[in-house]
C-alpha cells in the first residue's frame, strides 16, 4: 500500500533574490514524500513563477490526483496526468527516489550514468554595480553568473568584470531586453569576455533571433519548457537551460537533455532556488551539461540533513541519504 504526504515548507533566504521584475526573501516549496513498504522517497519542487505556480498551487494540484497518486501510478503515467511543472517534478522526483531505495540502486545506476564533480556558477544577483561587485569579490569560484535587467546593464557587468578579472562570467537577463538592447550590448559584452548571455527577450517575443547573428551564445530558459518547444528554440538559441521545475521532474528533463544534444544544442542545468532535495536529482543532468548552475541551496540560511557539498564552486558528495 502506497502514502503520500504533502507539505509547504518555507526557507528563509540569506538575503532577497532580486531577478528583472521579482524580488524574494523567502523560498516557499512543495515536498511529496511517497512511501511504500516502510521505504520512503521525497521530491522537492518551488515551482515556475513565470506560470504562476506557488507552494499552495502546486500542493492543490497535487492533492487533487492524491487518490491516483496512492493507487501506485508509475512515472511513465504521470506525465500525462500532470502537465509540466512544479507538482510534477515533485512528484516525478519521489518516484525517482522511492525507485531506487526500492531496487537498492543508486540513481546514477538507474539513469546508466557515472557521477562526477560539477563546477557551479555562483549568482550575483541584481544591486547597484558597486554592491555587485563586492558580491562578485565574495565569491570564491571562478565560475560566476550575474543577473541583470533593463537597467544599467553595462555599467553593472563592467563593474563585476572589472572586480573578477580572473572569472567566466555569464549573464541571466530573465527576459529583461529588447531586441535592440541585445543588438547594442552583446558586442560590448564579447569585448568583455562574457562568456553566454541567458534568455535576453521575453518568452514568445523571441522571433527576432531567427536570423540573428549573436557574437555571444545565447541560451534559452523561460523560452523552452519541455521538449516539445525546442524545434522552435532551436532556430533561435545555441543552447537550452534545463530546470526540473519547468520540465515536470527528472523524466522529462533527460528527454529534453537527449533531443536538444541530438540537435548539436549545448546544454545547461538550472534551478529555481531550493533546498539540496531540489539540487539532487539536477546534480543527475548536470553530468550531461557544458554549464551548471546549481548554487540554489547555497542562498538560504538552512538546507536538509546530508546536503550537497560545495567548496569553491564544485558540486559534489550526492548522499543516498539525501536521494537518490
Excluded at 561587485?133 to 553595462?154: C, F, M, Y
Aim: a negative charge; glycine letters at 8%.
Amino acid at each position: 500500500m502506497r502514502q503520500v504526504k504533502l507539505d509547504i515548507e518555507s526557507w528563509p533566504l540569506m538575503e532577497p533574490f532580486v531577478i528583472t521584475g521579482h524580488t524574494w526573501t523567502h523560498c516557499d516549496v512543495l515536498v511529496v514524500s511517497i512511501i511504500e513498504n516502510g521505504v520512503t522517497g521525497r521530491g522537492e519542487a518551488t515551482g515556475v513563477y513565470y506560470l504562476d505556480e506557488t507552494a499552495e498551487s502546486m500542493f492543490q494540484q497535487a492533492l487533487a490526483i492524491l487518490p491516483k497518486l496512492e493507487s501506485g501510478i508509475s512515472r511513465d503515467q504521470l506525465q500525462s496526468l500532470l502537465p509540466l511543472g512544479g507538482t510534477r517534478n515533485a512528484i516525478d522526483c519521489a518516484l525517482w527516489d522511492i525507485e531506487a531505495k526500492k531496487s537498492d540502486q543508486s540513481i546514477f545506476e538507474l539513469t546508466g550514468m557515472a557521477p562526477f564533480p560539477v563546477r557551479t556558477v555562483n549568482t550575483v544577483t541584481i544591486d547597484t554595480p558597486e554592491e555587485m561587485a563586492d558580491k562578485a569579490k565574495a565569491i570564491t569560484s571562478r565560475q560566476i553568473k550575474v543577473k541583470l535587467d533593463g537597467e544599467l546593464p553595462l555599467e553593472r557587468i563592467s563593474a563585476v568584470c572589472k572586480a573578477r578579472p580572473d572569472a567566466d562570467i555569464v549573464v541571466d537577463v530573465n527576459e529583461g531586453w529588447s531586441f535592440s538592447q541585445l543588438v547594442e550590448l552583446a558586442p560590448q559584452f564579447k569585448a568583455l569576455g562574457i562568456k553566454m548571455i541567458e534568455q535576453p527577450l521575453p518568452r514568445g517575443e523571441d522571433d527576432a533571433l531567427e536570423g540573428y547573428q549573436s557574437p555571444i551564445t545565447l541560451c534559452a530558459d523561460e523560452s523552452c519548457l519541455d521538449a516539445s518547444e525546442l524545434e522552435q528554440v532551436a532556430r533561435r538559441y545555441h543552447m537550452v537551460n534545463i530546470k526540473l521545475d519547468k520540465t515536470g521532474g527528472l523524466t522529462e528533463a533527460l528527454n529534453l537533455a537527449r533531443r536538444a544534444k541530438q540537435k548539436g544544442m549545448m546544454l545547461m542545468v538550472g534551478n529555481m532556488v531550493g533546498t539540496s532535495l531540489a539540487m539532487a536529482p539536477a546534480y543527475v543532468i548536470a553530468q550531461l551539461c557544458d554549464f551548471v548552475d546549481l548554487d540554489g541551496a547555497l542562498f538560504l540560511q538552512g538546507d536538509r540533513c546530508f546536503p550537497m557539498s560545495y567548496e569553491n564552486g564544485v558540486v559534489s558528495g550526492l548522499s543516498t541519504q539525501l536521494w537518490g
